[in-house]
């Protein structure tokens, strides 16, 4: 440390007398800027105030010229009146003289704090009467076509006191309001010469302690010096550590992004591991097929009833394997479906299959339903997938070999009691496993995501947090009881849904209350031949007259051949255009066509692209294309008409 940098920080040295006239001079400065703010503020506030009542002066003006130019252009219109008798120029008089007394009204308004102007005003409203009466009998004797007397009398108007009495008013009020407008600006040029002389002498003031401020910060700038280099390292090492965290915050984002794949990848995996047991199920189900239809072809003629009941045989095996399908479909999907009101019962008991062939033959599954039938509204997609994977992590904490109960409950809380539940009634889910169980410790973390108990490679941590983001977003919440050697029990908490589906509840009341559509002139977009001959044959048997169609680029084409159709049945995925797009380019020509789409997997065709047209699903039986049919009928008839642009 230096001579001088000593003498600065020593205690009882020279510092003190600086430090003192230091703060004297911020206190004077404080001072000056204080009495300055205040001039200026009140400079500013009597400028302000000049300014509006200037303003109201030239209003006060300027309104008295608009009173004088109405009277006049009322009295001129009158005058053409009378030599004219043109009854649009009399209703124009009246036009100008009413606005001539709302003008006035405005005026007196305007006027209101000053009693001298609202003396002028009130003689000026009596002659403005007097005046509408004299002009009223003019205007009186032309209507009634006494056009030499209205002449008189309209001569004699402009003669009349009472014009006089409204320009002398009139005069008067705007003198007045320019002598009270010269005033006020001589005020305000006066406060404002007093203001910048005050100012002057405070900015005056203000300079000398700035001067002396000056002359005394080079004593305390190297001390400081030391300061600036500390908050310099300091903002390096900020700025070091905000570059870290945006590393960081970019190494999680991508980490985010891979974990969504790994999910959607174990995710196939897990549908790899069904194809086995699918692959079973599905020869079981093609051989009742198959059996059927071969002993019904061969009974055909000789035993018709039993025929018909191998025929049956062979339906319900191929439902059995549509519905299969349909639910490989759904679970092998990465975007979530829509939410929809689900009975819980019904949606564990038909995870059966799923679950059997997922978990293997050690793992013996229990169901139990003591929901009431009650219900919740969630995505089936994402709750059967949470409910999967609360099953896996149950066959892997018993090792493959064990017990598994699921259990479906009712119950009414109160606020708080489960998680952060507000009182009302909700659907439990509870799946119970006969496993190894886990910790106080262990079960305290793990709905933390990236937390895992499994070996590396075999676990993500992300399951359970998924299960708990899923159910805190439906406004639900998870419960947890495990012990060492007891097993674990997962609870979910799911809100009661008691809504009514209102829209979906009215289109199938539609539906099913209207009698099947009469006979309709139908085209078929359909690209597989055999699927395309299924259809029409269908379509025959029902009694319409199907056009058949295997090449959606040719429907426009066809329907002008046609000169169009009463409803469009196409496919979704077609090789060169999809069903969506087709539609979309026929619907400005064919406003009035019902549509209704037919597909077995929509793939990466969006449910918003549909546009809420019904939609059949693949394998389909004469029923439910009837059923279809008649509700893409009443959509098109619940659709109001068209309306042209002009």
Request: charged share 25%; proline share 3%; glycine share 8%.
């Amino acid at each position: 440390m230096s001579a001088d940098e000593a003498e600065i920080v020593a205690p009882g040295g020279s510092f003190g007398w600086r430090a003192i006239i230091l703060a004297v001079l911020a206190l004077a400065g404080a001072a000056v800027l204080v009495a300055l703010i205040l001039t200026l503020r009140g400079a500013n506030r009597e400028r302000d105030r000049a300014l509006q009542l200037q303003g109201r002066s030239y209003d006060v003006m300027i309104l008295a010229r608009t009173v004088a130019g109405t009277i006049a252009r009322a009295e001129a219109s009158l005058g053409r009146y009378v030599i004219s008798t043109d009854r649009q120029l009399g209703q124009l008089y009246a036009d100008e003289w009413q606005a001539a007394g709302s003008q006035l009204d405005r005026l007196a308004r305007i006027t209101a704090a000053d009693a001298e102007q609202q003396r002028r005003i009130s003689r000026l409203r009596d002659a403005y009467e007097t005046r509408g009466e004299e002009l009223s009998l003019t205007a009186l004797s032309t209507r009634y076509k006494k056009n030499n007397q209205a002449l008189a009398l309209y001569h004699r108007a402009r003669q009349a006191p009472a014009l006089a009495a409204i320009h002398r008013e009139l005069d008067l009020i705007t003198a007045y309001e320019r002598m009270l407008l010269n005033e006020r600006t001589a005020r305000a040029m006066a406060t404002v010469r007093d203001a910048s002389r005050i100012a002057g002498i405070l900015a005056g003031f203000g300079i000398l302690l700035v001067l002396g401020a000056i002359t005394l910060g080079w004593i305390i700038v190297r001390t400081m010096r030391e300061r600036a280099e500390a908050e310099t390292e300091a903002a390096a090492a900020s700025q070091r550590a905000d570059e870290l965290s945006a590393a960081v915050a970019a190494a999680t984002d991508e980490l985010r992004v891979q974990e969504a794949r790994l999910r959607q990848v174990q995710k196939m995996e897990a549908v790899g591991q069904l194809t086995g047991g699918i692959a079973h199920d599905f020869n079981n189900m093609l051989a009742v097929v198959t059996g059927g239809l071969e002993l019904a072809a061969r009974s055909l003629t000789q035993n018709p009833a039993a025929a018909r009941r191998h025929i049956e045989s062979a339906t319900e095996g191929a439902n059995r394997a549509a519905a299969l399908t349909r639910r490989l479909l759904a679970f092998s999907r990465e975007e979530s479906l829509k939410p929809e009101s689900i009975e819980v019962a019904q949606l564990v008991a038909g995870m059966r299959d799923l679950l059997d062939r997922t978990l293997g033959d050690g793992i013996t599954v229990l169901f139990r339903d003591e929901a009431r039938g009650w219900r919740v509204r969630a995505d089936r997609v994402q709750l059967e997938n949470a409910l999967l994977n609360l099953a896996v992590n149950a066959r892997d904490a018993m090792d493959g070999r064990g017990e598994l109960t699921i259990v479906s409950g009712a119950v009414a809380l109160a606020g708080a009691v489960v998680g952060d539940c507000v009182a009302g009634d909700y659907v439990t889910v509870a799946v119970h496993d006969t496993g190894c169980g886990m910790t106080a410790e262990v079960a305290e973390r793990v709905f933390e995501p990236f937390f895992t108990t499994k070996e590396v490679g075999k676990g993500t941590g992300l399951g359970l947090s998924q299960i708990f983001a899923l159910v805190q977003q439906l406004g639900g919440a998870v419960g947890i009881a495990s012990a060492p050697g007891a097993g674990t029990t997962v609870t979910l908490h799911l809100p009661r849904d008691k809504t009514e589906e209102r829209e979906t509840t009215h289109l199938s009341l539609s539906v099913l209350g209207a009698a099947p559509p009469p006979s309709l002139d139908i085209l078929v977009v359909e690209d597989d031949p055999r699927v395309l001959a299924a259809t029409m044959g269908a379509l025959a048997e029902l009694g319409h007259r199907p056009v058949a169609c295997d090449d959606p680029l040719r429907a426009p084409a066809m329907l002008e051949a046609a000169g169009g159709v009463d409803l469009l049945m196409s496919d979704v995925l077609m090789p060169r255009q999809t069903g969506p797009e087709m539609v979309a380019g026929l619907e400005d020509r064919w406003p009035n066509m019902a549509v209704m789409f037919v597909t077995g997997f929509a793939g990466d065709v969006a449910t918003h692209q549909l546009h809420g047209r019904p939609v059949l699903r693949k394998p389909y039986t004469l029923a439910a294309l009837e059923s279809t049919l008649a509700e893409a009928m009443a959509q098109r008839d619940a659709q109001p008409e068209p309306i042209a642009a002009e």
